[in-house]
């Protein structure tokens, strides 16, 4: 066991900190100021952090990426929350779509996508969920029919972050019907910039539209743009998820991490830190956000020796998204009556949004199942 | 970074793991729990001599490996409920004698740890039940070239088999500043140890009067007045060593009560299959995991002697505390009517769990320090 850095990590570390000094921007933003100026912002933000180096890591170099190792990543993202720095804006892409391009696409396809998804070039979206396929994914209906060098699409897909203004979609569609549902499926890569495309944005709970439906009607997708293998789609897509929930899930305990130094911050600004009930409420937030992280430093070296991401990475998105919703009900809570008029800190803004976490990228439930049955060899409940 | 035990390690736990399961049946937890002693003086022999009483005391002191180690060993020992001092004798005195005993007093009693030959514990807290330095009034007074102690210590534990006792004691003003400690071998006039009756069976706890004890002034620990920070950092290793006991324990109710969801067959299917036991059981890995984590970090930022060692050992206990309850409870739920027996094993860890929720601050207490040094 060894948390201490190299000599060659403790440079990195120093390089990181200095540049985020003098280059982070003043301004966090946040959504709750409007959307387009918060996306445009986080891909400026991005792009900058790519011309560091700073940007896909772990990703190989003639990918343009870094080709660190995970510990490069570590202390990076350590680096990220000692600064309060803003997330890059291409979360879908650098969490799941980099990282599924990697594990399946081709020669051809890493040269083309990965180097415009690490400069926020490029953003992608998930094409998962359906309207009739939530977290039984399997039961998608998105037919993707086989026209020799190319596909047609059809269908549609629902709470999808960052269609509106994603460049590629990562599309789960079905190409045969079998007996058994998670054959038959083809995972695409569809540029949105296709004729028959469509985005309408969803409104939320928040008055935000950030997630959106898509609608394909006669979509050409060319077969160099499958991923893996027709008919295989469920492994791309199982890929897809692991990295979702387990590369992600290290992002998720650096944000968690950020948010509880936030609402510490928040309650000293409200002068309510002295109050034992919230004292109480805000350390044991900070304690989960650094088990959520602590537990992530466990996968990672798990993943070093075994090179996947395995299911434990599940614990850490379920334990962020519970810990994220009560620590923005805490926020607003300790603000009393004002908690609920203005949104000055936007934490309103995150009260409403939180509530969201417990259902995207696998629902508290499924995640509890995925936990019982994979981790804990419990019988499948289905 | 590294974020796991080293393989040798791993073949200290498994080693530890075989030797308790031959030695430490539950049938002789339950044997040693309704014992006098609660401990079994030749177990603790060949526990010596596997080299477990050496874990984390210094080479020059006759130890060998780390505090790393001991974690290990003590994981196993809370998977297996080991009634006795190990705990008291390992996670309390010895790093007592190592932050604040003289040079004298670490070959001699740490020596005789090592060698198996001693057991020791530590004797802080009071009828108060703080574990802070406020907590602190038995009374040491100058007396001629010794000192002589009034006062009692409540809640002590295996004292009464104990050969050394390190004692907290006020020696001027109050709270940091005028603690000391006195290493007490055996059991000099004055001094009256009384066993408690208490709910975890498998520890012993006592209470322990000074009655104008006086000893000599080579029992004082290091120089008088300013040993807290010296016991605040054994009290450091002592929770991280704690937790560790405690994560051990709340995987093996995990284990037990998963295997008995697959097993156990209602309305004509396993019990795991619904829900409303696999989330349960879910829930129950993700706190087993996240204690499992703070602990070992906090574990090793003992061992490293982190500058964060205060922070992680605080932020262990306050986790640890809370759910190794939670499991040690839900573990009882899922097993039913016969979790609730006294013939099996759940309420022996649900015993164990509060004991050591409530042992060197609970989390209330350490979530305060964690606030504390939140600045908040």
Redesign the interface.
Same mark, same amino acid.
């Given at each position: 066991?060894?948390?201490?850095?190299s000599d060659g990590e403790k440079e990195f570390r120093d390089e990181v900190r200095a540049w985020l000094k003098a280059n982070q921007p003043r301004d966090r933003g946040s959504m709750a100021e409007g959307q387009k100026k918060f996306i445009e912002g986080r891909r400026a933000w991005q792009k900058k952090l790519f011309d560091a180096g700073y940007v896909g890591i772990t990703w190989p170099k003639e990918y343009g990426g870094r080709g660190a190792g995970f510990?490069e990543q570590?202390i990076f993202n350590d680096e990220m929350i000692l600064a309060h720095a803003p997330e890059p804006i291409n979360v879908i892409g650098l969490g799941m779509g980099g990282p599924v391009v990697i594990a399946h696409g081709t020669e051809e396809q890493k040269q083309r996508y990965l180097r415009p998804l690490l400069a926020g070039d490029e953003i992608w979206c998930q094409g998962f969920s359906e309207p009739n396929a939530g977290s039984d994914l399997s039961g998608l209906q998105t037919r993707a029919e086989d026209k020799g060098d190319h596909y047609v699409v059809n269908g549609q897909k629902v709470w999808t972050t960052l269609a509106q203004v994603a460049k590629w979609c990562m599309l789960v569609t079905r190409e045969r019907k079998e007996p058994n549902p998670r054959d038959g499926l083809t995972y695409l890569l569809v540029d949105m910039e296709s004729p028959g495309v469509e985005v309408r944005p969803l409104v939320q709970i928040t008055g935000d539209a950030e997630f959106n439906e898509i609608f394909f009607k006669d979509v050409v997708v060319p077969k160099s743009q499958i991923l893996g293998q027709a008919g295989n789609g469920w492994a791309v897509a199982i890929t897809t998820l692991l990295h979702e929930r387990g590369t992600l899930g290290m992002a998720l305990a650096t944000r968690a991490q950020i948010t509880a130094a936030e609402l510490?911050e928040h309650?000293?600004k409200l002068g309510r +830190? +002295?109050d034992?009930l919230?004292?109480?409420k805000?350390?044991?937030y900070?304690?989960?956000a650094?088990?959520?992280q602590?537990?992530g430093?466990?996968a990672?070296?798990?993943m070093k020796r075994n090179g996947i991401p395995g299911p434990?990475g599940s614990?850490l998105k379920?334990?962020w998204s519970e810990l994220n919703q009560r620590m923005a009900e805490t926020a607003v809570d300790i603000a009393g009556p004002a908690g609920q008029v203005g949104d000055g800190d936007g934490w309103r803004y995150q009260f409403l949004r939180s509530r969201a976490n417990t259902i995207e990228a696998g629902t508290s439930?499924v995640?509890?199942?995925i936990?019982?049955?994979r981790?804990?060899?419990?019988?499948? +409940?289905r | 970074m590294e974020f796991a035990f080293s393989e040798e390690q791993e073949m200290l736990r498994r080693s530890a793991r075989d030797f308790l399961a031959k030695e430490c049946t539950p049938k002789v937890v339950r044997r040693l729990m309704e014992s006098e002693d609660g401990y079994d003086a030749g177990m603790w022999k060949r526990m010596s001599e596997l080299g477990w009483t050496a874990l984390g005391i210094p080479e020059q002191y006759g130890g060998v490996g780390t505090f790393l180690d001991l974690v290990v060993v003590l994981e196993e020992a809370g998977r297996a409920l080991l009634p006795g001092p190990l705990f008291a004798t390992m996670g309390l005195a010895v790093p007592a004698l190592i932050e604040a005993g003289t040079d004298s007093q670490k070959k001699h009693v740490l020596g005789a740890i090592a060698s198996g030959d001693a057991r020791a514990t530590l004797a802080l807290t009071e009828p108060s039940g703080r574990w802070d330095a406020d907590g602190i009034k038995l009374v040491a007074h100058q007396a001629g070239d010794g000192w002589r102690l009034d006062g009692v210590k409540a809640f002590v534990p295996e004292a009464a088999r104990a050969d050394y006792m390190v004692v907290a004691a006020r020696t001027r003003s109050e709270g940091e500043d005028g603690v000391s400690l006195f290493l007490v071998k055996g059991r000099p006039k004055g001094m009256a140890v009384a066993q408690l009756d208490s709910l975890d069976m498998t520890r012993r706890w006592s209470e322990v009067r000074f009655d104008g004890v006086e000893l000599d002034g080579n029992a004082l620990m290091g120089a008088a007045h300013t040993a807290w920070p010296q016991l605040k950092r054994a009290l450091e290793w002592g929770a991280a060593a704690l937790c560790a006991e405690m994560v051990g324990g709340a995987q093996k109710v995990l284990e037990a009560s998963a295997d008995y969801a697959k097993t156990r067959q209602q309305f004509g299917k396993p019990i795991g299959i619904y829900q409303a036991v696999s989330h349960r059981l879910a829930d129950m890995l993700v706190l087993s995991e996240s204690g499992r984590s703070a602990t070992y970090y906090a574990a090793w930022t003992v061992d490293a002697d982190a500058p964060d060692r205060s922070l992680a050992s605080s932020m262990a206990k306050a986790y640890v505390s809370d759910a190794y309850r939670k499991i040690a409870g839900d573990g009882i739920q899922v097993h039913g009517g016969i979790g609730f027996t006294w013939e099996h094993d759940m309420h022996l860890y649900f015993k164990r769990a509060k004991s050591s929720e409530v042992t060197l601050g609970d989390a209330t207490y350490h979530r305060e320090l964690v606030a504390q040094a939140l600045d908040l």
């Open positions: 066991m060894d948390f201490e850095l510990m570590l510490a309650a000293r +830190s +002295s034992p919230v004292r109480q805000i350390a044991q900070t304690i989960e650094r088990a959520l602590l537990n430093y466990r990672v070296t798990a434990e614990i379920l334990m439930e995640l509890r199942n936990l019982a049955e981790v804990l060899g419990l019988p499948r +409940s | -």
